[in-house]
């Protein structure tokens, strides 16, 4: 795990609401695996006085890409960064998704919860991304998907692009139609998606992970401020995840806040 000083390479839109920031990172791009987390210090003053999680999105040579959606005063100084600004970047933090075997893979993202899904996608095999929004304002183009971009598939909560619905209900669809065995899911998105996800992926005996979004403090275990139910008791998200097999979280400690 390496905390440096890191130099902002761009930042830029790539919708409406959601943005793209690099750095170069040349010892963690080394060792960084989909469904890890870095935690930004992003200014010498206390506000926001707690460091902020983001997924590794991309990684191009030696460069991070890490895709935000400014929501509140960390992700609003973060759109505001030009080249050449420095800020300070902890990590790889977490564990990564476990890459499968002779299964198909299906990827289900809430949001900026495509992070994670996108860089899994550019080291692996995967059948399906679908990929769920607010609105036509916060989508993740496919010009960013890496590779093929037929496989991806939208829901809005709108209908202003793709399925007008949750993208669990496409999920749904897929395993009612085929032989669900032959399907394992990654998933990252809002706890309420995730809910869904494992309720269905319980319903149809499937197998996958889930990363979780907690709120996080320390990001390294210390302070227990993103706690979460498993099958074996509480544990810290950061620390023991973000990610988590399906079978080995509750769907009690999905549903609460
Ligand atoms: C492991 C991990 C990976 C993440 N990866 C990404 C990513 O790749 N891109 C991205 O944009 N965000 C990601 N997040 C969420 C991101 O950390 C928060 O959006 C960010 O901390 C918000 O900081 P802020 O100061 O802008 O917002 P704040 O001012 O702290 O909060 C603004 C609003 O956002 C809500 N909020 C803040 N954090 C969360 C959260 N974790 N879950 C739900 N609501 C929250 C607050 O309740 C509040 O309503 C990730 C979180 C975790 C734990």
Redesign the pocket.
């Known amino acids: 795990m390496y905390d440096i000083r890191v130099t902002v390479k761009q930042n830029k839109r790539v919708s409406d609401g959601l943005w793209v920031l690099s750095y170069h990172a040349p010892k963690t791009v080394k060792k960084i695996l989909p469904g890890q987390?870095l935690q930004f210090r992003l200014t010498s003053s206390t506000d926001?006085f707690l460091r902020?999680?983001?997924?590794a999105?991309k990684i191009k040579g030696d460069v991070i890409e890490?895709?935000?959606?400014?929501?509140?005063?960390?992700?609003?100084l973060m759109s505001q960064m030009k080249p050449g600004d420095e800020f300070c970047s902890l990590g790889p933090l977490?564990n990564s998704f476990t890459p499968v075997k002779k299964k198909k893979v299906l990827m289900v993202g809430g949001g900026?919860g495509a992070?994670p899904l996108v860089f899994m996608a550019e080291r692996h095999v995967y059948d399906k991304m679908l990929l769920g929004f607010r609105n036509k304002s916060v989508v993740l183009p496919k010009s960013e998907a890496p590779g093929s971009k037929s496989n991806w598939i939208y829901a809005t909560n709108d209908g202003s692009v793709g399925h007008k619905g949750f993208v669990t209900e496409l999920l749904e669809g897929i395993l009612k139609e085929g032989d669900p065995k032959q399907y394992f899911i990654y998933s990252c998105g809002?706890k309420p998606m995730l809910y869904e996800v494992a309720r269905i992926a319980r319903k149809y005996k499937v197998d996958g992970e889930l990363?979780?979004?907690?709120?996080?403090g320390c990001g390294v275990g210390a302070c227990l401020g993103?706690v979460v139910e498993t099958q074996d008791g509480y544990v810290a998200s950061c620390k023991s995840g973000?990610v988590f097999s399906i079978k080995d979280l509750t769907l009690e400690g999905l549903k609460s806040e």
């Open positions: 987390f926001p902020r999680p983001f997924s999105y890490v895709l935000y959606e400014p929501v509140g005063v960390g992700t609003r977490g900026v992070a809002p990363s979780l979004e907690e709120r996080m993103c973000p």
